[in-house]
Structures are given as C-alpha cells and as structure tokens.
C-alpha cells in the first residue's frame, strides 16, 4: 500500500483547507482510513478516521464541528477538510491505513500504512 498526502499549505486563523490522500496498491475499500497530525515536540494526535466496520466516522475532540473526512471511493482518494482553522491547528498531517475493520482507530499503533505527511500552517 502507498499513500500520497497532498494540499497542505499556509492559511489564516479562519480559513479554509483540503488535504487529500491518494491511496494505491490495494482495494481501497478494504482499508480503514485515518488522519494525524504532529505539531513539532508533541505527539501524533488523532484528527479522523472512516471504519470500513458500518462506514462509522469518527473525530478528535479537537476539530468536531470543524473538520470533516469524506472518502471517494472511486478515486481512491480520501479527504479531509478543514474549516475554521485555529494556529493550533498547526501540524503535519498524516494519513494512514489499516486493513479491515479495527478497533480504537484512534491509535496510530492500529494502522499498518503511513503517507509522508502534509504541512499545514495556519497564521494568526
């Protein structure tokens, strides 16, 4: 499996973004999806993810309300969108697969596949 973060970039306290990742070499549907983020010296920290399990969704506390992970399955491409940006939000955002369905996807140790990462910087 490989996978492709892309769409990163610089933008206001407010403002709007898309990051996408491109995934390849396996079914797509078969994988469970999720995107992290790591701010420099913290953790990797979970922002969403797409159980394959009953097509659940699930977000970090953080970005409810704000952010929202879509997948197309016919580009193999997932999605994250992200409105209302905080500095905070400040990070590079990784996206990451698991196969089947899996439980606390929360974790970054329940994923097998990781992309290389996307910087996202929001100015205040």
């Known amino acids: 499996v490989q996978l492709q973060a892309s769409g990163g970039g610089l933008v206001q306290a407010g403002g709007s973004l898309r990051v996408s990742c491109a995934f390849s070499?396996?079914?797509?549907?078969?994988?469970?999806m999720g995107w992290f983020r790591q701010a420099p010296g913290k953790e990797r920290e979970f922002v969403a993810a797409?159980?394959?399990?009953?097509?659940?969704?699930y977000y970090g506390d953080s970005v409810k309300g704000r952010f929202t992970i879509s997948m197309d399955n016919a580009k193999n491409t997932m999605y994250l969108q992200m409105n209302s940006l905080k500095p905070e939000d400040t990070a590079v955002y990784y996206c990451?697969?698991?196969?089947?369905?899996?439980?606390?996807?929360?974790?970054?140790?329940?994923?097998?596949?990781w992309g290389q990462g996307t910087q996202v910087t929001v100015s205040s």
């Open positions: 070499g396996r079914t797509f549907t078969d994988y469970t």
């Open positions: 990451a697969a698991a196969s089947g369905s899996r439980w606390y996807i929360q974790l970054p140790s329940k994923y097998d596949y």
């Open positions: 797409f159980s394959r399990s009953g097509g659940r969704i």
